[in-house]
């Protein structure tokens, strides 16, 4: 089974609709990320959370929330979706590493929404 | 703020021969870690390489190598004996550290697409 999982993988929706994209990790991670990624412009941070309880606006947080259900769990909503949030969105997480140092995003296989 | 650049919006390279991939960023820290990320047509994100700022040797990871030079704040990926799977986005990454202003969080560059030819 993958290590971070993202559902759907898929999503068409409308203008105005809400909606939530999950992540789920089995790597025992604390820290999770959300990321946008557009054609061209590369991943933007949008969330992230380093425990249950410590969530944090990324680079482009506005019309996004979040939850950290538990450490394992960490969800995406677009309240009131719009056409130029359609992208292809990724769940990311990471430990700490060894003495606070490199920890590895390890990335979940990303959600494409589509919003007409 | 850090800013990481890749110039090469594409690339293409023979199968079996070398092809280095260009990144270039922009940071007034002196502790931070680098990474090349590979994104096949599948769209998995996948970690190919990571450097450490503090480390002047540059890291490698069988065919894939890098090219740090801290002064230039170059950080490029060479790929040796190119194979038909290395066909990718490559996405450069800057994170900094131990936890410096970015919180951890990594930034990409734009991402290079990388075409092998049999």
């Known amino acids: 089974d993958a290590d971070v999982t993202q559902t759907p993988r898929n999503r068409i929706t409308k203008t105005g609709k809400r909606i939530m994209l999950e992540c789920s990790q089995t790597k025992g991670h604390d820290r999770m990320y959300w990321y946008r990624q557009d054609p061209g412009l590369g991943l933007r941070l949008i969330y992230y959370s380093f425990d249950v309880k410590d969530i944090n606006k990324g680079e482009i947080s506005d019309g996004y929330s979040v939850s950290r259900q538990a450490q394992a769990k960490f969800s995406l909503s677009l309240e009131s979706a719009i056409p130029n949030q359609t992208a292809l969105y990724f769940c990311?997480?990471?430990?700490?590493?060894?003495?606070?140092?490199?920890?590895?995003?390890?990335f979940g296989p990303g959600t494409r929404l589509t919003v007409l | 703020a850090q800013t990481v650049t890749q110039s090469q919006p594409e690339m293409s390279v023979q199968e079996a021969e070398t092809v280095t991939l260009s990144c270039t960023y922009d940071?007034?820290?002196?502790?931070?870690?680098l990474f090349w990320y590979k994104q096949p047509p599948s769209r998995q994100m996948i970690l190919v390489i990571r450097q450490e700022a503090y480390k002047q040797q540059n890291a490698t990871e069988n065919r894939f190598s890098v090219n740090f030079q801290k002064a230039a704040k170059s950080f490029s990926l060479k790929i040796s004996d190119s194979q038909l799977g290395d066909a990718a986005m490559y996405f450069c990454a800057y994170r900094s550290a131990p936890y410096g202003g970015s919180q951890g969080n990594l930034i990409f560059g734009k991402g290079t697409k990388l075409s092998v030819k049999p």
């Open positions: 940071t007034s820290e002196s502790d931070y870690y």
């Open positions: 990311a997480t990471s430990d700490l590493g060894l003495a606070g140092g490199a920890d590895t995003q390890y």
